[in-house]
């Protein structure tokens, strides 16, 4: 059956799609057990670990350790992640990292699972499983499912809460209440690690603004208090949402408005970190107000824009001809607001911006939805060409998907490094785009060297010094008792670095190990021991 399907009807009919889906999930979950351990730890890992340990502290203080609170800028975030990370490491025997990459993960695939219920809800089966697909091949999701600790919970959580709200608005001015409980659920998670889950609070009246005009025609009065009963029907999620907030983030207990604040603070950072978009390298106060928008055209597939550009169009076809399928255009509508609104006020007020669309990657399982909702009326409208359309239209989509997927295959570890054949995939974006801005090449890289010293150096105890272009304290958890880190590049034995920014270019040297990903140099180690002899005999004490 097309069109809208009832919830008793999804509830009771599995249909192939389903299958699809649930079989899609179960595959995601297997393999990221499988492979986690093929992630290194990420940049900011240490820190964010850190933190969680200091809020920790300072419940178990009562109150009395307020380290956290003069910890870098962290207190500005919540810490929800890495409070379950930190609890998680004293029960169980793994290393805390693989402890981490394993929640982030499937977390990971939860927020997809979330994007195929969401699409599912509106469109059907097939719009599910097309939507969960969809987004399992952006090689942005999938690839920092891993360690992308802050950014991939908070865009499950905000899919999951979109979720919740959409079935939610369905039975407005009294929804379930388990539909409210889940909306403020994932509202406490989402504010528990970043302030922007406060839009959630904002998509709630969004979601009551759309259906007013239908109340309007029986007047004034009657929209008023349809929009004010539905507004008291959500009070208990935000209050559970408040709650869980405050848990995972003392600071922003500490003052009823901190939360604006910290959203404040976040439009006006101001770091020395640059940040490279079309060959132009901009700092990040001063990136261009289409950076994002433009990261977005080239690390999403091509399919995603298909399939998002079809939902709008048959919304704007049924609003001017009629709408037989009126909710479902409706919460295509909403999910379009969703996915373009955060653009749109980060476009107007040009915001800083670095590393990609890292920061907007909540964004992603929006646009996924609407791409699953485009392609299923697309193939639905094939029909009325030939019979045998839409099987034809599964049939090249298939081919897309299998596509992709070989492309991340060929990419792994490092699926996040996915460039859109716009322009030209990870070949045309070298050195021309943001890279391996996370230097996940590093175990790779530590692991490439041991193994050179293995072959080259035998038995010897020597200590070797290591400049690494990258965070001294991943290098140390790959690195052996022969490796020491060294600030003093032009001083090391070895050199580690990721060709982000050109960084492998700053420290000359023999390149004894070059890490590569589709043709394209991604990390290199370099032996400089005979460079850092030249150095020193022209350096200026020995003159």
Same mark, same amino acid.
């Given at each position: 059956?097309?069109?809208?399907?009832?919830?008793?009807?999804?509830?009771?009919?599995?249909?192939?799609?389903?299958?699809?889906?649930?079989?899609?999930?179960?595959?995601?979950?297997?393999?990221?057990?499988?492979?986690?351990?093929?992630?290194?730890?990420?940049?900011?890992?240490?820190?964010?670990?850190?933190?969680?340990?200091?809020?920790?502290?300072?419940?178990?203080?009562?109150?009395?350790?307020?380290?956290?609170?003069?910890? @870098?800028?962290?207190?500005?975030?919540?810490?929800?992640?890495?409070?379950?990370?930190?609890?998680?490491?004293?029960?169980?025997?793994?290393?805390?990292?693989?402890?981490?990459?394993?929640?982030?993960?499937?977390?990971?695939?939860? +927020?997809?699972?979330?994007?195929?219920?969401?699409?599912?809800?509106?469109?059907?089966?097939?719009?599910?499983?097309?939507?969960?697909?969809?987004?399992?091949?952006?090689?942005?999701?999938? +690839?920092?499912?891993?360690?992308?600790? @802050?950014?991939?919970?908070?865009?499950?959580?905000?899919?999951?809460?979109?979720?919740?709200?959409?079935?939610?608005?369905?039975? /407005?001015?009294?929804?379930?209440?388990?539909?409210?409980?889940?909306?403020?659920?994932?509202?406490?998670?989402?504010? +528990?690690?970043?302030?922007?889950?406060?839009?959630?609070?904002?998509?709630?009246?969004?979601?009551?603004?759309?259906?007013?005009?239908?109340?309007? @025609?029986? +007047?004034?009065?009657?929209?008023?208090?349809?929009?004010?009963?539905?507004?008291?029907?959500?009070?208990?999620?935000?209050?559970?949402?408040?709650?869980?907030?405050?848990?995972?983030?003392?600071?922003?207990?500490?003052?009823?408005?901190?939360?604006?604040?910290?959203?404040?603070?976040?439009?006006?950072?101001?770091?020395?970190?640059?940040?490279?978009?079309?060959?132009?390298?901009?700092? !990040?106060?001063?990136?261009?107000?289409?950076?994002?928008?433009?990261?977005?055209?080239?690390?999403?597939?091509?399919?995603?824009?298909?399939?998002?550009?079809?939902?709008?169009?048959?919304?704007?076809?049924?609003?001017?001809?009629?709408?037989?399928?009126?909710?479902?255009?409706?919460?295509?509508?909403?999910?379009?607001?969703?996915?373009?609104?955060?653009?749109?006020?980060?476009?107007?007020?040009?915001?800083?911006?670095?590393?990609?669309?890292?920061?907007?990657?909540?964004?992603?399982?929006?646009?996924?939805?609407?791409?699953?909702?485009?392609?299923?009326?697309?193939?639905?409208?094939?029909?009325?060409?030939?019979?045998?359309?839409?099987?034809?239209?599964?049939?090249?989509?298939?081919?897309?998907?299998?596509?992709?997927?070989?492309?991340?295959?060929?990419?792994?570890?490092?699926?996040?490094?996915?460039?859109?054949?716009?322009?030209?995939?990870?070949?045309?974006?070298?050195?021309?785009?943001?890279?391996?801005?996370?230097?996940?090449?590093?175990?790779?890289?530590?692991?490439?060297?041991?193994?050179?010293?293995?072959?080259?150096?035998?038995?010897?105890?020597?200590?070797?010094?290591?400049?690494?272009?990258?965070?001294?304290?991943?290098?140390?958890?790959?690195?052996?008792?022969?490796?020491?880190?060294?600030?003093?590049? /032009?001083?090391?034995?070895?050199?580690?670095?990721?060709?982000? !920014?050109?960084?492998?270019?700053?420290?000359?040297?023999?390149?004894?190990?070059?890490?590569?990903?589709?043709?394209?140099?991604?990390?290199?180690?370099?032996?400089?021991?005979?460079?850092?002899?030249?150095? /020193?005999?022209?350096?200026?004490?020995?003159?």
């Amino acid at each position: 059956m097309r069109g809208v399907i009832t919830e008793n009807s999804q509830l009771t009919r599995v249909e192939p799609y389903d299958l699809v889906a649930a079989l899609l999930i179960a595959g995601l979950l297997g393999l990221a057990l499988a492979t986690f351990s093929h992630y290194a730890i990420s940049n900011d890992e240490e820190v964010q670990h850190r933190y969680g340990e200091l809020i920790i502290a300072y419940y178990t203080s009562g109150f009395a350790d307020k380290t956290l609170f003069e910890y @870098k800028n962290l207190y500005l975030y919540g810490g929800l992640f890495d409070i379950i990370a930190v609890l998680l490491a004293k029960v169980l025997p793994f290393d805390i990292y693989s402890i981490r990459h394993v929640l982030c993960a499937l977390i990971g695939v939860g +927020g997809i699972a979330a994007t195929w219920a969401t699409a599912r809800l509106i469109g059907g089966a097939r719009a599910g499983a097309l939507a969960a697909i969809v987004l399992a091949l952006c090689g942005v999701w999938y +690839g920092g499912m891993f360690n992308h600790t @802050k950014d991939i919970p908070f865009g499950a959580a905000m899919m999951t809460g979109i979720f919740f709200l959409c079935r939610a608005a369905r039975d /407005l001015p009294q929804p379930r209440w388990r539909d409210v409980l889940g909306f403020g659920l994932m509202l406490g998670a989402a504010l +528990g690690l970043r302030a922007m889950g406060m839009l959630l609070v904002g998509y709630v009246g969004v979601a009551i603004m759309l259906q007013l005009p239908q109340h309007m @025609k029986n +007047g004034v009065g009657e929209a008023a208090r349809f929009a004010t009963r539905s507004v008291v029907r959500f009070v208990p999620g935000f209050a559970l949402g408040y709650v869980i907030m405050i848990a995972a983030w003392p600071w922003a207990a500490l003052d009823l408005f901190n939360p604006v604040r910290a959203i404040f603070s976040f439009a006006h950072f101001h770091y020395e970190i640059r940040t490279i978009v079309m060959d132009q390298v901009y700092q !990040m106060a001063d990136a261009p107000r289409w950076y994002v928008p433009m990261y977005f055209l080239v690390k999403l597939p091509l399919i995603t824009f298909l399939g998002a550009l079809a939902a709008i169009w048959f919304v704007a076809r049924g609003l001017r001809h009629g709408n037989p399928q009126a909710t479902r255009h409706r919460d295509t509508a909403f999910i379009l607001f969703v996915a373009l609104f955060p653009l749109a006020c980060q476009v107007a007020a040009e915001g800083p911006a670095f590393t990609g669309l890292r920061h907007f990657l909540f964004l992603v399982p929006p646009l996924a939805v609407l791409t699953g909702l485009g392609l299923d009326e697309l193939i639905t409208s094939f029909a009325f060409w030939h019979r045998r359309g839409p099987a034809v239209g599964l049939i090249a989509l298939s081919i897309v998907f299998a596509w992709t997927a070989s492309v991340l295959v060929r990419l792994h570890p490092y699926e996040y490094l996915f460039y859109s054949p716009m322009v030209g995939g990870l070949q045309g974006a070298d050195r021309r785009y943001e890279m391996d801005y996370w230097v996940n090449t590093m175990s790779e890289a530590v692991g490439g060297l041991k193994a050179y010293l293995d072959r080259t150096a035998g038995q010897s105890h020597r200590i070797y010094t290591v400049g690494v272009c990258g965070e001294r304290f991943a290098f140390e958890r790959y690195a052996d008792g022969r490796l020491k880190w060294t600030p003093g590049w /032009l001083e090391a034995d070895f050199f580690i670095a990721p060709t982000h !920014m050109d960084c492998d270019r700053l420290v000359e040297g023999k390149t004894i190990l070059s890490i590569e990903r589709l043709g394209v140099q991604i990390g290199v180690v370099k032996d400089r021991r005979g460079f850092v002899q030249r150095n /020193l005999a022209h350096s200026p004490r020995n003159r």
